[in-house]
Each structure stands twice: as structure tokens, then as C-alpha cells.
């Protein structure tokens, strides 16, 4: 009878994170403003030509790795961040190997290690769920392949320190070291002028968030023109499609466009925490477009309450440390007022 290798087979089945789309989606951590509007006029100028060949994924790479300031050779575009997530952990990770990350973090760290067949040594949160350096220093070992960090972190939205990431760094010259920077555009601080001194470091960003290019699949790989060049003798050759690539160099060069949507996020998350603070709700210092709020014991009931109100929320409470939180994607400034009253209501209603 034919079998999949025991790690998949183990896997637990995989369940989309969209439950609905009735409703202002703020559950997903997507841009609620959506691309540019040169992204829009990119899109409509599509011709016949440009969806019948296949893709030329250096084109992009270049117009990336020059907006980065790198070099083209250190840059790999994949389909999402998700499958440059794939192909790191696939070319360094396997049986017999560690991967090491600090609960809670995002999900497809745990789900691809164990595919793969690895030990998950997963760190378990403390009270402020901030990245503990210390402990994860203390549990590197010559088995340790992949340390992966999501900076800004999802679901937390908290940043560790540049010093910090590069102590973990340098601890493990034998480790690829991953820095998730998904939510960078809201936080700004980056290990990219870092990697020309190790080898080891890969930074991760998407184009999915602070330029509203979720639906077109757009990630970015960075590293060591050489370790780069090994990932992508196994990435596939069309992985990013042409659509994308044409788009791509229009977001990127709507910087206008960006900052204001940055802009807007930040003062949203403002809203947010000043709006928790009145109802005395524990809230964590966000660097990202999102925030994470406890909301105690009726967690399930707050979210239900948002939904009939038309607003998706997040219940992040299985993620360990998280119990009783929601996380909350910042809304744009037209869409803020109903938000922050749709929560007052509901917690009135869940308070009693």
C-alpha cells in the first residue's frame, strides 16, 4: 500500500485561515487599502502577450535587489513568503536536525519543520511573550540547522533588538538564521545591511502586506549570493507569475503610496491601544498592522459579537501564551470609527 513518508503522514490536515468573507475582514492581517492605484492601471494594461509567456523571474529580482541596495545574485523572488520559507528549510533542514523558535510565532515554521522530518525545539512564552534571547542562546546545539524569528512577530507585533538578532547570529555560524521581516514596513528596522558579514543570515520580506499584493503572491529571499544560489537550484524556474512581476515594479515604485499607508496603520494601532487602555484590556506594544489584545475567559463570545457586526476578527488563543487574545488588523482611517465602536459594544455585551 503506498504511503507518504511518516513526517507528512503524521501531519495534522492543514484548514485555511479564511473562515468568511461576509464582513470587514480584519482577522488575516491583510492592507485595508488595498495596492496602488499604479498596481490597478498595471493590471488593466495586461496584454494578451504577457499572460501567454512565461515569466522572467530575474527581471524582477533585479528591480528588487536594486530597491533593497543588494546585489540581484542575493535575491530569490518566490511565489509568497511561504515558499521561500519551503525552500530555505528544505535545503538546510532534514532528519536528525533542530529547528529552534520562540513560541508564539507564526504557524508554517512548526507545520514545515515537522514535514521535513526535524526536531521542533520550540521555546515556551513568558508573561510579556518578547523574544527570549537568553533561553534561545541556551538551546543551540550542534544539531541546530534553522533558527527562524519573525521580527516584528505574528501574533505578538512585538520587534526584538537589532544586538539581540545578531548575538543569535553569531552564535550558530553552522545554522541558517531566518529573519521574517513581513511587517517591516511598519516598523523599519532591518538585518539586511548585516548580511554581507554572515553567511548564515537569509531576511524573508513579502509584498503582501504594506503593499496590498496578497492575492498576487509575491516574496523575497535575501542572503549570501552563494547560499542563495543554492536555494535556487531547487526553486522552480516559473514560480512567480508574469502578472506579479508586472506589478511588482509599480508597488515598489509607488513609495508614496506606501507611507501613507504606513502612516495610516500607525495611527490606527494609536486608536487601538488608547481605546484598550480605557476598557483596561491588556494590549502589547505593536510594530506591525495588527495588535493583539486579552481579552479574557469570553474570547469566543467577543469574536462571535465582532462577526455579527460585521467585523472578522483573529481568536489567537491556541497560540501558546495567547490564551484568551484576539488580534486585530489596523482598518483604514474611513473604516476606524466603526471599528472602535463594534468593540465597545462588544465588550459591553460580553461584560454583561
Not at 68 to 92: I, K, R, W
Request: aromatic residues 6%; glycine residues 8%; hydrophobic residues 45%.
Amino acid at each position: 500500500m503506498l504511503k507518504p513518508r511518516e513526517p507528512i503522514a503524521g501531519l495534522g490536515p492543514y484548514h485555511s485561515p479564511i473562515t468568511s468573507r461576509a464582513g470587514l475582514s480584519l482577522d488575516l492581517n491583510e492592507s485595508m487599502a488595498g495596492c496602488s492605484p499604479r498596481v490597478l492601471a498595471r493590471l488593466r494594461s495586461l496584454s494578451a502577450a504577457d499572460v501567454s509567456l512565461y515569466p522572467q523571474r530575474e527581471a524582477g529580482e533585479r528591480v528588487v535587489a536594486n530597491f533593497l541596495g543588494v546585489a540581484p545574485e542575493q535575491v530569490l523572488l518566490t511565489n509568497g513568503m511561504d515558499e521561500a520559507l519551503s525552500l530555505l528549510f528544505t535545503s538546510y533542514l532534514g532528519a536528525g536536525h533542530e529547528l529552534l523558535f520562540a513560541d508564539p510565532t507564526f504557524v508554517m515554521y512548526a507545520m514545515l519543520g515537522k514535514a521535513l522530518g526535524a526536531q521542533l525545539v520550540r521555546l515556551q512564552p513568558e508573561e510579556d511573550l518578547a523574544l527570549p534571547v537568553a533561553d534561545l542562546l541556551a538551546h543551540i546545539s550542534p544539531r541546530t540547522r534553522v533558527i527562524a524569528i519573525a521580527n516584528p512577530n505574528n501574533p505578538t507585533g512585538l520587534a526584538a533588538a537589532r544586538v539581540d538578532l545578531l548575538k543569535i547570529v553569531e552564535a550558530v555560524p553552522h545554522a541558517a538564521v531566518l529573519i521574517d521581516e513581513a511587517y517591516f514596513e511598519f516598523c523599519g528596522e532591518t538585518l539586511i545591511p548585516d548580511l554581507t558579514r554572515y553567511p548564515n543570515l537569509f531576511v524573508a520580506r513579502t509584498f503582501s502586506k504594506a503593499y496590498g499584493l496578497a492575492g498576487l503572491r509575491v516574496g523575497v529571499l535575501v542572503g549570501a549570493a552563494e547560499q542563495i544560489g543554492y536555494l535556487r537550484r531547487f526553486s522552480l524556474p516559473f514560480n512567480v507569475n508574469s502578472v506579479a512581476l508586472a506589478c511588482l515594479e509599480e508597488a515598489l515604485a509607488d513609495q508614496a503610496f506606501v507611507s501613507e499607508h504606513v502612516a495610516q496603520v500607525k495611527q490606527g494601532r494609536e486608536q487601538l491601544a488608547r481605546l484598550f487602555d480605557e476598557l483596561g484590556l491588556r494590549i502589547w506594544p505593536s510594530q506591525t498592522n495588527f495588535v493583539l489584545v486579552r481579552v479574557g475567559g469570553k474570547v469566543k463570545s467577543f469574536v462571535e459579537s465582532m462577526q455579527r457586526r460585521g467585523i472578522l476578527v483573529r481568536d489567537s488563543s491556541a497560540s501558546p501564551g495567547c490564551d484568551g487574545c484576539v488580534r486585530i488588523t489596523v482598518g483604514t482611517p474611513s473604516q476606524m470609527d466603526g471599528v472602535l465602536q463594534a468593540i465597545r459594544d462588544a465588550i459591553a455585551e460580553i461584560r454583561g
